[in-house]
């Protein structure tokens, strides 16, 4: 039966993949026939076709690897210097620029002098470049706000839900047994020789009320010393004099959850708190999405420093940081594990979402780059063409003219070699030694 929801889980996240390539690509597709560009195909997926049907202008169809999409435009570089495709050359970078330029005309039909994107201002070759992504924001978006509002998000309470044994070092955790990480030589923990237990529920630290899990941990981690405690157990007052000590813990954030980077020494008490599902209102939804894009941003500019570990982890065999980058292989499996998961039905699904959710904001994030041949660059090379041509006109210059992208090329294809060796990385990463759900 394991075996059975595994497989199901990775063909319903490869479902909501799929899905969210196809919306990503229908943004594109929209507004380049709203702003009357001939669009000769629309496709899901790479490699030989399994489907299709030509509509209008527009073949729609499904090819054998779903691992991507893409539509294509007429003319999305302009023609040469001398009105058009450029002649051979036997320079290898002006090579990359002709076959560009060339791949851009080859469906020209007559009629379509004016369909070509290039021919479109700049701002509304913005719009058609930045749909694509936007639309996987706006999915993102909708995916968090419904679990975020109609089910709710894990929150740590002021209850305890855990006492630990003994005082281990938060670099030290991932080097014991799981199931039994204390040593004889590891200090006891303050809160198992205080007294305190599972259930209790502070209210007052130090003769201040306890509001909140964040208070109450940034409480603990600034008070190493004696400190005084009050608890509620079945419902009587509990008073504990807790000697607090100090050791390597995990970064938090504003709410107190664990966050990434290297541990930091404050104050230790050794209790993991209880936590509860609940639901959030529109404002504090916006402002938990904000976090989370935040974190996209910095794991995103982060990319390069993670190189040195994937590399340990997928040829000499290093443990896999639980926030590695994954790639689809590697998001495919964590979606096999949830739906593995011997938890209730509707937690499985609110997790699977949470996941199609991340991966559709990731995908606006990394396509926003200022790089081809992601949208983001050809973004960036519609507003210098804009920038160009406003700087003309205020100088009484002569018109520059379009901006040609195709000049580009030979960096487009040094960044897509980039990618391709970096996504290969994360794929043999993530066959060897893949992210698992438990870290």
């Known amino acids: 039966m394991t075996a059975l929801m595994t497989v199901l889980g990775i063909v319903v996240f490869a479902v909501g993949l799929m899905i969210s390539i196809a919306w990503h690509e229908l943004g594109h597709l929209t507004w380049a026939k709203v702003f009357k560009i001939r669009v000769p195909q629309y496709m899901v997926g790479f490699g030989p076709t399994l489907w299709s049907r030509k509509k209008g202008d527009t073949e729609y169809g499904f090819k054998a690897i779903p691992l991507g999409g893409y539509i294509r435009m007429i003319g999305m570089f302009p023609p040469g210097e001398d009105g058009r495709v450029t ?51 706006v999915l993102a978006v909708a995916l968090f706000l419904t679990v975020f509002m109609g089910f709710g998000v894990n929150m740590s309470t002021t209850s305890v839900g855990q006492v630990s044994d003994c005082v281990i070092s938060q670099s030290d955790t991932s080097h014991r047994d799981q199931n039994n990480p204390c040593r004889p030589t590891d200090p006891v923990a303050p809160a198992k020789t205080a007294g305190l237990k599972a259930g209790d529920k502070f209210v007052e630290f130090n003769g201040k009320p306890v509001k909140s899990w964040s208070q109450l941990s940034d409480d603990i981690r600034k008070g190493a010393g004696p400190a005084t405690v009050v608890v509620l157990r079945h419902g009587q007052r509990v008073t504990l004099h807790p000697d607090i000590t100090t050791n390597m813990v995990a970064r938090t954030d504003s709410d107190g959850n664990p966050t990434d980077g290297d541990p930091v020494k404050a104050g230790f008490l050794g209790f993991s708190p209880a936590s509860h599902i609940q639901p959030l209102g529109f404002a504090d939804s916006v402002d938990h999405m904000g976090d989370m894009a935040r974190q996209g941003v910095d794991s995103l500019v982060s990319l390069p420093q993670r190189i040195p570990d994937l590399w340990n982890a997928a040829f000499h065999h290093a443990p896999r940081k639980a926030d590695s980058p994954m790639g689809v292989v590697g998001a495919a499996r964590v979606g096999g594990e949830v739906f593995a998961l011997k ?65 580009l090329m030979p960096i487009a294809y040094v960044v897509a070699g980039i990618f391709v060796c970096f996504t290969l990385l994360v794929l043999i990463a993530d066959v060897v030694n893949p992210v698992k759900l438990s870290s």
């Open 343 to 407: 938890e209730p039905a509707i937690d499985r699904v609110v997790t699977m979402v949470l996941l199609v959710a991340g991966f559709n904001l990731s995908l606006f994030l990394f396509n926003m780059l200022p790089l081809l041949p992601l949208d983001g660059g050809h973004i960036a090379g519609a507003l210098w063409e804009a920038i160009r041509r406003h700087a003309a006109r205020v100088f009484r210059r002569p018109d520059p003219g379009p901006f040609d992208v195709a000049k």
């Open 87 to 137: 002649a051979r050359s036997t320079s290898p970078w002006r090579s990359m620029i002709e076959d560009a330029r060339s791949a851009a005309f080859e469906e020209l039909q007559p009629g379509d002098e004016t369909r070509m994107f290039y021919t479109r201002k700049p701002w509304k070759r913005v719009i058609v470049m930045f749909a694509g992504p936007f639309m996987n924001l």
